[in-house]
Each structure stands twice: as structure tokens, then as C-alpha cells.
């Protein structure tokens, strides 16, 4: 059931973290089965508080509710806008409807874009420079321009006192961490996929943004102990653990963890099913991580995973059954989800394909996988049944392929 809950980050800090366990497809795209949260955050100041960030419009009245089990309404002066993304910015219509003097910050992107969703001028809304103080009594906060995380409307912002980076959706997640912060291995190492997966479907298009941002926090000085964004966990204990990871999904790359092939396949009546299972056959004898994906008359695959898998992959054999002269549907529309959003991240795939009258599902793929900057190692196809010398034969040459990846 969605519901929310309140965590005290610090003395001054409060998280207003929402448990959105009824959206199943975020952005209306990508399947969560495990759900999501929304997080915002209160500053406590002297002189009333600030406000960073908000849930989705559906869950505006539980908003408020959760606001005023901290403080009054009318304390809050000041409501910062980081990402103007409906998941964040959707319960501000009701805020504003009820705090006709509290001024709006945010960048000037985020004005104009701001003022569309809510189909409303906002007269109180001050555009921010990079770098610009937030001062509301004995508080000061920075504001930090992070342009591309993932709009081009995306800030952060640093208060400095407590050393705590807000983020938004940069450094989030997918999943409704059982905990409220990283305060254990295990949390984390529960939390991780979900994060990943997040980033390859939310943020990975923009990859080289994030380098860069990481880059600027570190040259601006950016001293930050507690990474606080608006999806998922908190890091308090150890938030160099979702930075480093998001700086090796931005690269294509594992954080941690053994030589991975990702094995994705799409088959009408078995006949790429057969190679695959011959292929996985052979590396299952392999100390490695295989993670399988299909697109069956029995099973579909959940996209999200699919495409989290495959950014931190070491290979990808993507098998493709021929539909109408060309690729199924379903592996024609992760290929291009793939080929946009990990566009020069040069990941490895084997192509293995089955045809009954002509073979084009190799040559699309090869087209597209290579207009995108993807290295092709190999490529097989055959008609109908694969032949029991064919698989055994293929499988060898993926095996060695392996092999010899693993040892470079
Ligand atoms: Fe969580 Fe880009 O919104």
C-alpha cells in the first residue's frame, strides 16, 4: 500500500520519503514492480523552513499531511525546485494554493518549464544562478546548476553546515528500501540493481553529464557526507558507494562484481530458443554472471531489468527471431532503447538470428548496433531449426570468445 514516511536525517533535516507502490510502469514506460519513492526534505532555520522538492500530483493530500506531522503549513517560506519532473513537482499546485507568499527557486529552465505543468504563471518564482546562496535565517544553502540530470532544468544543492548534497534524481534509485538510509551491506547490496537499473533507464542517455557534474562537485569543493536524492536510499555511511557507481554505469561498466554475459532472446516457435540454451549451456560451466531475458509465447521479460543488465554488462548475446522481413517487434524495441540510451558506451554483442524465408533480422541488427558505436563479435544466422552440429559449433566459438574477453 503507498503510503508515506517521515525519517529524521538530521537535527535540522527531515526526509518525507513517499512508498508508491501503485505506479507500475514509471514514466509510464518502464516496469517497477518494486515500486518507488519520492523524497523530499525539509531544513528546519530560524526563521521557518525550506521545503526541497515534492511527490506526484496523486498524492498531494497526503503531502500535506505528512509536511504538517513536522511543522506548521505556514513555517515553510521557501520551496526549492530541482527538477521540475512531475514526480517531483506534482504536489506543488496545492502547496501554492494554500502558501500564496512562498517564493519558488530553481533554475530559469525550470521556471518556464514549471509554469507549463502547472498550467499557471508563477510570479514568485526567482530563477537562481549557478552557485547562488539560499539564506533563509540562520541557513545557507548553495544552489548548484547540474544541467542534463536528466532534463536540462536539473540542480542540486549543498548545505554546507551539515554537509549534505540534495540531488534529485541524480544518485536515486527504483525500489522502496526497507531502510530509510545505507545502514548496511546488505541494504545496499539489495538496493544497487534497482539503482542501476533506474540509471539505465532514466539517466544513461545522458551519461557524459554525469562525469561532468561529478567532475564540478569535486572542483567547486563539494565536501558532501550525506547524498541526499529524491529516489530511494539516503546515503549517510557511505555515499562515495553511489557515486563510484554511477560514474562506472556512466561508463558502461560493473561497479563490482564477476565478468557478466546478459543473454536476451526473442523466439516464436523455439528455434533460437534451441542455439541460446546450447550457448547458455556452455558458459553456465563458467565461473561468471549470466542473466537470461526472453521474449516467448510463455514469457516476457521485464524491460527495466533487461536494460540494467545489459549497461553493466561485459557482453550481450542478443538472439532475434525474423518477423515480417525484419526484427520481432519486442527485440526491435529494446535495441532501440539500447542503441539510444547507451549510445557510445561501445557495448560487445554476439548476434545469433533464425530466419524461414530470408535472413534480415542479422543485417537490422548489425545496422543499428553498429550506427550506434556497439562492437559486433559475431554473427550467426541459419534457417529454421539450428542443426545439433551448428549449436555445439557456435556454442564452442561463444565459449572461447569468452574466454578470451575474460582474460584481457
Ligand atoms: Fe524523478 Fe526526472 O524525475
Known amino acids: 500500500m503507498t503510503t508515506y514516511r517521515i525519517y529524521k536525517l538530521t537535527d535540522r533535516v527531515y526526509l518525507l520519503r513517499l512508498d508508491d507502490t501503485d505506479t507500475r510502469f514509471f514514466e509510464g514506460i518502464w516496469p517497477i514492480p518494486e515500486g518507488i519513492t519520492y523524497n523530499a526534505y525539509i531544513v528546519m532555520t530560524s526563521e521557518g523552513a525550506i521545503l526541497i522538492d515534492g511527490w506526484k500530483r496523486e498524492f498531494s493530500s497526503i503531502f500535506i499531511d505528512a509536511i504538517e506531522s513536522i511543522i506548521d503549513l ?94 534529485c534524481d541524480a544518485f536515486g534509485g527504483y525500489s522502496i528500501p526497507r531502510s530509510f538510509i545505507d545502514s548496511s551491506d546488505s541494504v545496499i547490496e539489495e538496493y544497487l540493481p534497482h539503482a542501476r537499473d533506474y540509471f539505465a533507464n532514466i539517466v544513461a542517455k545522458y551519461s ?16 558532501y557526507r550525506i547524498i541526499a536524492p529524491g529516489h530511494g536510499l539516503v546515503w549517510v555511511n557511505k555515499p562515495d558507494i553511489i557515486v563510484r557507481s554511477y560514474l562506472a554505469w556512466a561508463r558502461g561498466e560493473r561497479f563490482s562484481g564477476k565478468f557478466k554475459v546478459v543473454v536476451i532472446y526473442s523466439s516464436m516457435y523455439g528455434n533460437v530458443e534451441e542455439m541460446i540454451m546450447s550457448i547458455v549451456k556452455k558458459l553456465e560451466e563458467k565461473d561468471i554472471e549470466l542473466k537470461i531475458y526472453k521474449f516467448t509465447d510463455k ?33 526491435d524495441n529494446l535495441v532501440s532503447m539500447i542503441c539510444s540510451k547507451f549510445k557510445g558506451l561501445r557495448k560487445r554483442f554476439i548476434i545469433i538470428s533464425s ?54
Open 208 to 223: 557524459q553529464h554525469v562525469i561532468k557534474a561529478v567532475d564540478k562537485l569535486v572542483s567547486i569543493g563539494i565536501n
Open 355 to 408: 530466419y524461414g524465408w530470408a535472413s534480415s533480422a542479422d543485417k537490422e541488427l548489425t545496422r543499428r548496433l553498429s550506427e550506434a558505436g556497439m562492437e559486433i563479435l559475431k554473427n550467426v544466422t541459419y534457417r529454421g531449426r539450428p542443426s545439433r552440429d551448428l549449436m555445439d559449433k557456435i556454442s564452442e566459438e561463444i565459449s572461447k570468445i569468452v574466454d578470451e574477453l575474460r582474460r584481457a
Open 299 to 331: 514469457v516476457h521479460s521485464n524491460k527495466s531489468d533487461v536494460l540494467g543488465d545489459s549497461l553493466d554488462s561485459d557482453l550481450i548475446v542478443l538472439g532475434a527471431s525474423t518477423y515480417e522481413g525484419s526484427l520481432n517487434p519486442l527485440i
Open 74 to 167: 505556514r513555517d515553510i517560506k521557501k520551496i526549492i525546485v530541482q527538477h521540475t519532473e512531475p514526480d517531483h513537482t506534482g504536489t506543488l499546485n496545492i502547496l501554492l494554493r494554500l502558501l500564496e507568499n512562498v517564493e519558488l527557486l530553481g533554475t530559469q529552465f525550470a521556471k518556464s518549464m514549471l509554469e507549463g505543468f502547472l498550467g499557471r504563471s508563477l510570479p514568485n518564482f526567482r530563477p537562481l544562478k549557478d552557485g547562488e546562496k539560499i539564506v533563509l535565517g540562520d541557513v545557507e544553502l548553495t544552489f548548484i546548476h547540474t544541467p542534463w540530470l536528466h532534463w536540462p532544468d536539473t540542480a542540486m544543492t549543498y548545505y554546507a553546515d551539515e554537509k549534505i548534497l540534495f540531488t
